[in-house]
């Protein structure tokens, strides 16, 4: 952890040392494809993702699947049927992914536009604050056939955003493209404190059909792209690329970065074949943009790894080819060290920061997972208290963030104190549920949660009942709303608020009318949310628990 401080008289000063360290990867890989209003039958969709046939063969599995699709088959018969279950599309993912244990976050769509998020279920109490954004682009706004839909989330303290989009088609339409884009930017709004635009957020990946062709419409026909296809020319052709030219002046995208494409153009297919169709000129119009915002935090530095890009010719119901690319994001500590020698000539390192004993608090903000908040220890903080306020993940996020290799929970309590400062995540609270040792079907249930301190509750917080490893957080069978507390503080004295500030046991009762089939086994997931289409996070999960019927009471002819 940090050095311990010797005597000023004793302490001399050597160059500074800097040392990095990489922590908080995390794998996201993204599929975007154009379906031409094709359904998902008879394919498998392994491949594209990346996996094996059978489960137990995949390795290195991503920590988030993002599928983007376009030109979903919107018609209102498909649309009256998604109001109660998933799209034809997301269920057959669903069906692949499930397997591997992944959970569907998050679906928005609009139109033909479908965008949804997978993750797996280890990671579901560390994503907060999701919420989902669209904007329609076509017939100046009306329409939503082009547009975008998206979905940010904060993810272990990250802020990530996606975005689907589907702009202007056909060769002469670039200004309309452009416009697409910059109305796409200017109107998703969200309602996060300091990421209310897709350019505020650490991440933003931007995939989808954008339909950027080639130039030289008059001059570079449909046959001779083929030909320059054929003879592996790509590097050539993609200096033609519209999106790369716009990208160069800075008319559109300037914020996000690709990595050129090394595969044939997408666009545009003999439906059920490899062959271009030659009515319209090929071109790469499926692609997947990022940007990082590296220098969001302070002492620490922020990258996006993109491991892959690749289109898969193998798939051929649509005439667009299916694109992916995997990224790893990580987060690079970039802290310096102040070498010192004691009385015994051996030298010691400490963080500038400690050096200076951490007098100063930036206004910078901090990176979560290197803990973006502080207090002041008081004297009176003993190892033993410090060890009942803040768990071992938090001791683990503090060696982390501080560069140094922890060796017992002890010694880092003590240097904390030492030098005065106590970190503490406050954007990753959870309340934890009370085992429930009965669950009686056609009665009333009442359930007991705890309230972490200093969590603050939604204006529509609500715990649902899911069956045991569900595959979606949409998939609940039943909903109470919580207690809040924000409309009532007017009704409280002083006494009670400070209370409701600790952490304190809340009781809930759900209705005899719950019926839940025996046989299963299920699980309450506690949402802190503030409302229908606003910010949502999934903060507590309890243990599994198996209902009962109860017996009937014995009739009186029974009795002898």
């Known amino acids: 952890m940090f050095g311990r401080k010797s005597s000023k008289r004793r302490r001399k000063s050597y160059p500074v040392k800097q040392d990095h360290r990489t922590y908080n990867a995390c794998r996201i890989y993204i599929v975007t494809w154009n379906v031409s209003t094709k359904f998902p039958e008879n394919i498998s969709l392994n491949k594209l993702l990346g996996l094996e046939n059978r489960p137990e063969q995949d390795s290195h599995l991503p920590d988030f699947f993002v599928i983007g699709l376009q030109e979903v088959n919107a018609q209102p018969q498909n649309t009256l049927y998604n109001l109660f279950k998933d799209d034809l599309w997301t269920q057959k993912f669903k069906e692949v992914l499930k397997e591997r ?65 589907h702009l202007a088609a056909h060769d002469h339409m670039l200004e309309e493209r ?21 350019f505020d957020h650490d991440y933003v990946f931007w995939f ?14 449909a046959d001779e792209i083929r030909a320059m296809v054929a003879r592996d020319e790509l590097k050539q052709l993609i200096e033609k690329d519209q999106l790369l030219l716009v990208r160069r002046e800075g008319r559109a995208f300037g914020q996000l970065q690709e990595r050129l494409p090394q595969f044939p153009p997408t666009f545009k297919f003999e439906h059920g074949s490899n062959e271009y169709d030659m009515k319209r000129r090929p071109a790469w119009t499926d692609r997947i943009l ?25 798939y051929s ?69 410090f060890r009942k306020q803040h768990n071992n993940r938090l001791s683990y996020k503090l060696a ?80 109470e709303y919580t207690e809040t507390y924000k409309d009532k503080q007017h009704q409280l004295n002083e006494q009670q608020l400070q209370h409701m500030q600790n952490t304190r046991t809340v009781q809930l009762t759900f209705s005899e009318n719950v019926s839940l089939p025996l046989g299963t086994r299920y699980q309450l997931l506690y949402f802190q949310s503030t409302g229908t289409r606003g910010v949502t996070g999934l903060v507590g999960i309890s243990p599994a628990f198996a209902v009962e019927k109860r017996c009937p009471s014995p009739s009186f002819d029974e009795i002898d």
């Open 400 to 479: 982390m963030a501080n560069n140094t290799d922890v060796h017992s929970f002890d010694d880092l309590v003590t240097d904390l104190i030492d030098y005065g400062q106590v970190y503490e995540d406050t954007t990753e609270r959870t309340v934890s549920f009370k085992p429930i040792e009965l669950w009686l079907v056609g009665e009333p249930n009442t359930i007991e949660y705890v309230i972490p301190n200093g969590f603050e509750e939604g204006n529509a917080d609500w715990i649902g009942i899911y069956r045991e490893n569900f595959t979606s957080l949409s998939e609940y069978l039943a909903y």
């Open 317 to 385: 119901i649509s005439d667009h080819k299916p694109v992916t690319s995997e990224f790893t994001l990580k987060g690079t500590t970039q802290c310096s060290v102040e070498g010192s020698r004691d009385e015994n000539g051996n030298t010691q390192y400490a963080t500038t920061a400690a050096s200076r004993k951490l007098k100063t608090i930036r206004r910078k903000k901090r990176h979560p997972v290197a803990l973006h908040t502080a207090r002041t220890a008081d004297a009176r903080y003993s190892g033993e208290h």
């Open 178 to 198: 452009i416009n697409d884009y910059e109305r796409i930017v200017q109107e998703q709004k969200f309602h996060v404190k300091a990421k209310e635009t897709i």
């Open 101 to 165: 244990d992944y959970v569907v976050i998050k679906t928005e769509q609009m139109q033909g536009l479908l965008l949804s998020v997978f993750a797996r279920r280890k990671h579901l109490l560390h994503l907060r604050q999701v919420e989902t954004e669209y904007t329609r682009t076509g017939l100046g706004g009306i329409w939503g056939n082009k547009g975008a839909v998206s979905i940010r989330m904060n993810v272990y303290g990250s802020s990530i955003c996606l975005v689907n989009a």
């Open 290 to 314: 990022y940007a990082v915002n590296e220098n969001n935090y302070r002492n620490v530095r922020l990258t996006a790894e993109q491991t892959s890009y690749k289109s898969h010719p193998s």
């Open 208 to 221: 989808g059909d954008l339909n950027f062709r080639l130039t030289g419409e008059a001059t570079t026909s």
